[in-house]
């Protein structure tokens, strides 16, 4: 069981690393947005980009962790399996959303 979970934590932390970088993208451009008065689409950009970019790993690791569960186990343990993980990484970037959505309100009071 820890060879397979080893396997398995490339695509957590790709999962984490995702979820982070779309935390710090998306606030990043409404910091621009909301603090600069004078602000062009070339400030905002690469926050946008990073953010984007955050979702896309977020997603394509999540698709391949359900794909290598798929590959490592039964088809009765890779369901209760994959429900777990995916609940973890689903907890994991739901508390970095609120923690992106707080620092948000915080940041435009």
């Not at 451009?29 to 790993?57: K, Q, V």
């Not at 777990?84 to 994991?92: N, P």
């Amino acid at each position: 069981q820890i060879k397979s979970e080893l396997r398995l934590l490339p695509f957590m932390l790709g999962k984490l690393i995702g979820a982070a970088m779309a935390v710090i993208g998306f606030p990043g451009a409404i910091i621009i947005i909301t603090r600069r008065p004078n602000h062009t689409f070339s400030d905002i950009l690469p926050y946008l980009l990073i953010g984007i970019f955050g979702i896309s790993i977020f997603l394509l690791s999540s698709r391949l962790l359900a794909k290598r569960i798929k590959e490592t186990t039964d088809s009765a343990q890779a369901h209760q399996s994959k429900y777990r993980i995916s609940m973890i990484s689903w907890l994991i970037f739901s508390a970095l959303a609120i923690i992106f959505l707080v620092i948000t309100y915080l940041i435009t009071k």
